[in-house]
């Protein structure tokens, strides 16, 4: 196998990365050489790589993530805080010690939603008493 750099005869040791040079000090001059002829900014410096980022496509908002977007920072952490505790309650590698205080976890974070939510379960419990009661006039036909 020849060097890349300087052209010269080497055999490989045959462990790793195939090899590119017959030497360590090849290797090194042939970095040197890249680095040297790396395109510069105005400083003097090599320009930054841009980081590509995977973005989503936008998707419509529901009540649930608009609600999120517009609640305080506190409302966000305790939901955020609800849906982890709601996976780990699901995940079958959580260990069945840890399900009570998960639960214990998962009631005080719902509570307190719901306290600062002003609302809760019983008041939506109180819009469908109020929506059966108006259908009760209704006639079968």
Known sequence: MKCELCGKEFQPSGH?????YC????RQKA??????????DRNGKPPVKAVETKQKP?????????????????????????????????????????????????????????????GGLTDLLDDEEDEVTDDVGASIV
Not at 16 to 20: A, C, D, E, I, L
Not at 23 to 26: A, I, L, R, T, Y
């Open 16 to 20: 790793g990365r195939p090899q590119k």
């Open 23 to 26: 030497s360590k000090s090849c």
């Open 31 to 40: 970095d040197y050489r890249r680095k040297k002829n790396r395109p510069r």
């Open 58 to 118: 936008e998707q419509d908002l529901d009540q649930r993530s608009f609600e999120r977007m517009m609640d305080g920072s506190m409302l966000d952490i305790l939901r955020d805080n609800r849906d982890l505790l709601l996976k780990a309650m699901a995940d079958p590698t959580t260990p069945a010690n840890a399900l009570p205080a998960i639960s214990r976890q998962l009631i005080d974070v719902c509570e307190r939603i719901e306290a600062l939510q002003g």
